[in-house]
DNA sequence: ATGCGTTATGCTCCTTTGAGCATAACGCCC
DNA sequence: GGGCGTTATGCTCAAAGGAGCATAACGCAT
């Protein structure tokens, strides 16, 4: 027996900042580019497009700088914004993680 | 700027018991029927007994004693099992509850 | 025997969600 | 100008999950 947990972020009620975006933004700072991040994870650059668009309509805010065409045929950054943003929840998930593993033990081993 | 948190317990990485059970479960206990706590959380009584039927066969053990025909046309209670699942999960969840909504305050209410 | 209310179960329909295809636009490089 | 790689966006298809309908079986009451 063990337990699973989600948590992300609301806005008026509506979900704006999950693992999902938490990993997709990561990659994406990393690579430079929102097509590789998608493959990195294994999903469609349609849907990760998709989600960032709907994130920042949400938010009310850019999470990327994008540029199209050029040397490398475009690619993408991160706003102050969306840097802060994962950072704040990268480490709530953490600790929430850590605070609710406590209270399963707790409850759960013995 | 709000959170939100599924809490679900597994049991060979499958999903056995989450907020979904614990609501069909207490309504059962309270009034002896499926029908009547499927009705009572306006879901279908045809979910409610999947839900349940498929918890039990992954559990591996029953969480209702069902009978069918008779005075009131049959019913359901909890088994001892059941009850106790309920008030071990009801406990955990609370508690986890309690800690991630102070861990959020720690880290965006300033 | 008939009726009633509940459990038990299959089937069809609808909605949601993601995958994948097809383009278009853009800007560097050759 | 043609090619390349990336962003931008619409459309279609398949898979999953829930709603709701249609029965069947059962056992008490009348």
Known sequence: MD???KIWLEK???PVFGR???CLLT?????????RAAEDLGMSY?????N???AESRLGLKLLIKHVGGESGG???LTNEARQLVLKYENFM???EDAVKSVYARHFNE
């Not at 990659?27 to 097509?35: N, T």
């Not at 349609?46 to 998709?50: D, L």
């Open 3 to 5: 337990f699973r947990l």
């Open 12 to 14: 008026d009620n509506q």
């Open 20 to 22: 999902g975006l938490l």
């Open 27 to 35: 990659l994406i700072r990393q690579h430079g580019s929102i097509k």
């Open 46 to 50: 349609r849907q990760a497009w998709g």
């Open 52 to 54: 960032i668009k709907k």
């Open 75 to 77: 690619g993408a950054q």
């Open 94 to 96: 953490h600790d929430a």
